[in-house]
């Protein structure tokens, strides 16, 4: 038996169990590997239908499992390729894709969904993707019968008469020439290495305004593919992000290894994972080596988004002070009419713009560290890492995030609040991540704060990352003796 991919559109757990169980039962009797990720309460309902054989299913934690959809892509791929080297002939496998939680964001899992039509065709897995049609909207049941050629149901199995192979992937095409306006680049030799390309692409991301999830799979592909490669003996892989007036490029380019070569071989399911949130992905060859560009697009903006883009940009380039409503306006491409009736005043529209980066900020630099580290020591200092990364880009932009943090430090500047919220914020991250390392989380929390404070107003004064780099070795010193 070769791959089959199957949708389940189920209105009940007892309509879901009735699909389920009979082929789990019947992959058990085959001694298959059997590997389930389903929502808690879906999963107690179908452990209780199988009885002992439950104790032969591999269950997956749900939420874990499905927080992105590159995650769960590369998730699943090294789920069955670990269940195939035991042996098995065939892999069953039952996947609920978050479409309830994650609103907004079908397309992409639309996308993720395509893809697997390609990327397990030489597999022997059976994949079982149930939907509840009891939470999703139209659009996500839609999403089901789009992507699956086969929809189950207790009473047997249709084609989906819906079903558009290949439709919904982005384009892979052959390489195109492109600028690299405003690139920043890294470089890994070997595949220890290949996580210092994440950061050109995550920080390119953030100033874009890329939702997070995108960015992190973003990442994910550039590593993968970096990491698959070096493994394989190629030279080195150098990552680079530009940042375009359409949106995001991001590049990989491999020493002595073809590209093309790619779409083949264990480097599609990194390709797949970039072409979820790329509507294009070129590859192409030359005597040196190989190159994978994935360019995104970004998204059309309504007044009120172009109004704080337009801020974010001239305030990190010409300061807060000398930026004018008029060249605001200018740059959004707004009446000032349009302007005065979304922001009042120039200190509302500044207040809420630093509210606006501070949270994304705050959210990137959180999802960066979570992606490198586990314990709460280590993350403590992955986020001073962080911190050096964003500032170095920084520091050497035209447009600096800093020059606006260093114009707050005024008492009477009207986004001071936004500033106090801010390091309060920042305190309480580091004090919940301390309570596991020290004694008095308080006192250590405050310690942490003070040398990441101090660190800044450095950066900023010298114009260099350093004092954040020197800040991360005293943050290392104070957990070692707390």
Known sequence: MHFRHEGLIYESEQALTDVLTPVLLEAAEAQQPMLV???PEQTEHLRARLGGAADRV??????AWYTRPGLACVAWANAVDAALETGASMVCAVGEPPLARDVGREG?????????????TDRPVRFICPYDARTLSDEGLAVCRHTHPTLATSGGRTASAEYFAGHFRPTFAPLLDSGRADASTATATVPAEAVSLRVPIVWAAYELRLSIADAQDLALAVTQLAHWALAAGSGPVKGRASKQAFGLVCE?????????????????????????VADRVEFGDDENGGLVRFVVSLPELGPRERILAAAQELFSREGMRRTSVNAIAARANVAKATFYSLFPSKDELIRESLRRGIEQWDTYARAEVEERAESPRDRILAWFDVLAEWAELD????????????????????GREQQAESTEA????????ASACAVDP???????QLLASGALLETIYLGSAKPIRVAGAAAAKLLASA
Do not use: C, K, M
């Not at 969904?113 to 390609?118: D, Y």
């Not at 520091?395 to 009207?414: G, K, M, T, Y």
């Open 37 to 39: 990720a389903l929502p």
């Open 58 to 63: 591999t269950f997956l934690d749900h939420d």
């Open 108 to 120: 992409r899992w639309t996308r993720y969904e395509s893809l697997f039509n390609q990327l397990y």
């Open 252 to 276: 990989v380019a491999l020493s002595g290894t073809s590209a093309t070569s790619l779409t083949s071989g264990e480097g599609r399911f990194a390709l797949a994972v970039g072409g979820i």
């Open 395 to 414: 520091v050497s932009a035209v447009s600096s995030r800093l020059r606006i943090w260093s114009e707050v430090q005024d008492p009477l500047h009207p």
């Open 426 to 433: 920042v305190r309480d991250y580091l004090r919940d991540l």
């Open 442 to 448: 308080e006192v250590l929390s405050q310690e942490l």
